[in-house]
């Protein structure tokens, strides 16, 4: 800690002759003289619909919120949070209270539990959280290059990871059914430890899947892509949150034949040092 001097001085006639009173405040190792207390960061919960919650923060005198989903990644949000959960289980959720020159002030965080799934929202996806050898099997590889680019599932991590290099790739896949007319929204939590180097992470909906070898291609509903701008640096988040170019990264697919379809996702690059995805969604909007 150091020491600094708020000085007051006085004018003295017209000699110009000035008495200082010096009186001295603390400051912190860089001089500035604002340190950052601790604040209170815990909140409440509370239910205002099936699978919805308001989460509400019990004091606002810090600069900055953030809260983590579900272990889904910390984002900026608000005093008053409202969030859906439209799957049974059991959710972690966590906030942060920012005060300060950006200094994490305070912690909390609670637990709820949602009792079933939305009737219209539930994931038709299964197995997308990549938690059990179960939730592996319901994933098929789908090879493209012949080698550098390889897909590891589960294997106790609970998130399905990519490896690629020198520009490889290669893809996974599931079926699912689908209604003619409906929409449908796609999402999924994916993470990076370091900065992806010329890659693309695309996210389809195909008819039908092409033989081993050959690339997939069509509309890219989710992407990360580094030459759109997303993915250069160290992430953790939605993909709807995280990802980039709006044109690619829309999300909502609208089923145009009652039947089988496939959720793809692809992802290859010079440099991909393990690229994470978990809780991968594909739920009805209406």
């Known amino acids: 800690m150091t020491t600094k001097y708020i ?24 001089g500035n003289g604002l340190t950052q207390g601790s604040v209170d960061a815990s909140f409440k919960v509370s239910k205002t619909a099936e699978n919805r919650y308001r989460l509400t923060t019990n004091a606002n005198n810090y600069i900055t919120t953030k809260w983590n989903i579900d272990d889904e990644g910390y984002n900026i949000g608000k005093n008053i949070q409202d969030i859906f959960l439209p799957d049974k289980g059991t959710y972690v959720i966590q906030h942060q209270a920012y005060g300060i020159g950006g200094t994490l002030a305070g912690t909390a965080s609670q637990t709820i539990t949602v009792p079933a799934d939305d009737p219209v929202a539930g994931n038709i996806i299964q197995g997308g959280r990549f ?17 550098g680019a390889q897909w590891i599932m589960g294997n106790g991590t609970g998130v399905a990871t990519i490896v690629a290099n020198g520009g490889n790739q290669q893809a996974i896949y599931q079926a699912v059914n689908v209604v003619a007319g409906q929409k449908y929204a796609i999402d999924m939590v994916a993470s990076s430890n370091s900065a992806l180097v010329d890659t693309w992470f695309e996210v389809y909906m195909l008819n039908s899947i092409p033989p081993a070898g050959q690339d997939v291609s069509g509309k890219v509903y989710r992407n990360i892509n580094t030459w759109d701008g997303c993915g250069k640096s160290a992430f953790k988040g939605r993909v709807s949150s995280i990802g980039c170019n709006g044109d690619k990264n829309g999300g909502t697919y609208t089923a145009t034949t009652t039947g089988t379809v496939y959720l793809v996702i ?6 991909v040092n393990g690229l994470s995805i978990d809780k991968v969604e594909l739920r009805r909007t209406q």
Not at 13 to 24: E, N, Q, V, Y
Not at 266 to 271: A, E, M, P, V, Y
């Open 266 to 271: 692809k992802c290859g690059g010079t440099t």
């Open 131 to 147: 938690d059990s050898a179960d939730d592996v099997s319901k994933w098929t590889i789908h090879p493209i290059s012949a080698s």
């Open 7 to 30: 000085c007051k001085s006085f004018l003295l006639g017209a000699a110009s002759l000035f008495l200082a009173s010096c009186t001295p405040d603390t400051a912190d190792d860089n």
